[in-house]
């Protein structure tokens, strides 16, 4: 059976949002799928402590 994922709202200005949406274009990526990218970096990193 798979994993249940769970949803993680975030609020911004819409200047970022543009400007995260234009980084994720860059690496061929989803604004949704790159923000999952760096919260699953961010918390593996940290827990290394």
């Given at each position: 059976?798979?994993?249940?994922?769970?949803?993680?709202?975030?609020?911004?200005?819409?200047?970022?949002?543009?400007?995260?949406?234009?980084?994720?274009?860059?690496?061929n990526r989803t604004a949704g799928n790159?923000?999952?990218?760096?919260?699953?970096?961010?918390v593996k990193e940290n827990f290394k402590?």
């Open positions: 059976m798979p994993e249940e994922k769970k949803r993680f709202v975030l609020l911004v200005d819409n200047d970022i949002f543009e400007k995260f949406k234009a980084l994720a274009k860059e690496q790159l923000g999952t990218k760096l919260v699953n970096d961010y402590k």
